[in-house]
Structures are given as structure tokens and as C-alpha cells.
């Protein structure tokens, strides 16, 4: 008889343990792939501060008043390279979608601007770089989200907090960036 207790017993922890190897190695490639998908995240941001230079400038040659808005850009760029987390990175590249909203607004009141084909494929390669930002943070959005079921739900919750495993924070646009930006002459 004692056994047979013995053998249940000893199948239980070993069903146990399997389960917490199995749960553990889950959260393991879940937060890996959320990293993953910031990642490529990043990509894009990288991608549009490479743009951002090549319109400035093309921009710059023709409105010498409008200083304020490069200086803002810049500022941006140089916060997003001093960024270390995720959240300050998504700081920094909503400080920079604001100047390049006043930026693109500006161009749009300018016709000779719009008339460059230096400006108009630099605005193009720009709106498809912000597509592909809004693609990949809704990625890393459902990344963290899958992530962070496992994380709370019953029992690999459990696991999760045995190993440290916490919640992750979702990409938030900052406050204000519902409102476009104004620009007056």
C-alpha cells in the first residue's frame, strides 16, 4: 500500500515539475518575442531618424524662419539615442512625431516645397516609414499582451512569480498626441 502512495506521490511532482518547465520555457519565449517584436519597433525608428536629416535639410534651404521646428526635431532625435528603456525610447519617438506633424503641416503651406521632388519623396519614404511604425507597435502591443495573459493567468501565474516574471508595459501614445499640431504663420 505504501507503495502504490509512493508512486502516485511520485507521479505528481513529476507532472508538477513538467508542467513548471513547460510554463516557465512559455514565458521564457513570450518575453523574448515581446523584446523581438521592440525590436523591429525600433527598426522603424531608426528608419524614419535616418529620413529625418534628408528632409530637414531639403526642407531648411527654403524656410529660414521656421528654426524652431528643426530645433524641436533634433532635440527629439537626440533624446530617442539617450533613451535606454522601451518606455523612454516611446517618449522620445512620440516628442519626435510631434515636430514632424508642425514640420509636414509647414510644408503643406508652402506650395514650392510641395512642388520638390526631393521634399515629396522624402515625405513619401517618411509616411510609409509612420505606416510601418503604427504596424510594428501594434505587434509589440499583441506581443505583450500574449505575454502578459501568461503571466496572470491561473496557474502559470503561479510560475510566473516564483521565476520574477511581472507584467510589461503596452506602447502608449503620450498624452496630446490625439490633437494635430498647429502651426501659424
Request: net charge positive; aromatic share 8%.
Amino acid at each position: 500500500m505504501s507503495k502504490k502512495i509512493l508512486i502516485v506521490i511520485l507521479a505528481i511532482v513529476v507532472i508538477a515539475g513538467l508542467y513548471g518547465m513547460s510554463t516557465y520555457n512559455g514565458l521564457v519565449t513570450l518575453n523574448v518575442a515581446s523584446d523581438t517584436q521592440w525590436k523591429q519597433v525600433e527598426t522603424q525608428y531608426q528608419r524614419r531618424f535616418d529620413l529625418i536629416p534628408n528632409l530637414v535639410e531639403s526642407v531648411k534651404g527654403t524656410m529660414k524662419q521656421e528654426t524652431a521646428v528643426f530645433t524641436a526635431i533634433a532635440d527629439a532625435r537626440t533624446k530617442y539615442s539617450g533613451a535606454v528603456t522601451a518606455n523612454e525610447k516611446a517618449a522620445a519617438a512620440t516628442q519626435v512625431e510631434g515636430a514632424l506633424g508642425r514640420l509636414l503641416v509647414i510644408t503643406e503651406n508652402y506650395p514650392t516645397l510641395k512642388s520638390s521632388d526631393t521634399v515629396t519623396s522624402l515625405m513619401s519614404q517618411l509616411e510609409g516609414t509612420e505606416n510601418r511604425i503604427s504596424v510594428e507597435r501594434m505587434r509589440f502591443n499583441q506581443s505583450v499582451q500574449d505575454y502578459n495573459l501568461k503571466v496572470m493567468r491561473f496557474p502559470s501565474s503561479i510560475v510566473a512569480s516564483l521565476f520574477g516574471f511581472a507584467e510589461r508595459q503596452y506602447f502608449n501614445a503620450a498624452p496630446g498626441t490625439e490633437t494635430a499640431p498647429a502651426v501659424k504663420f
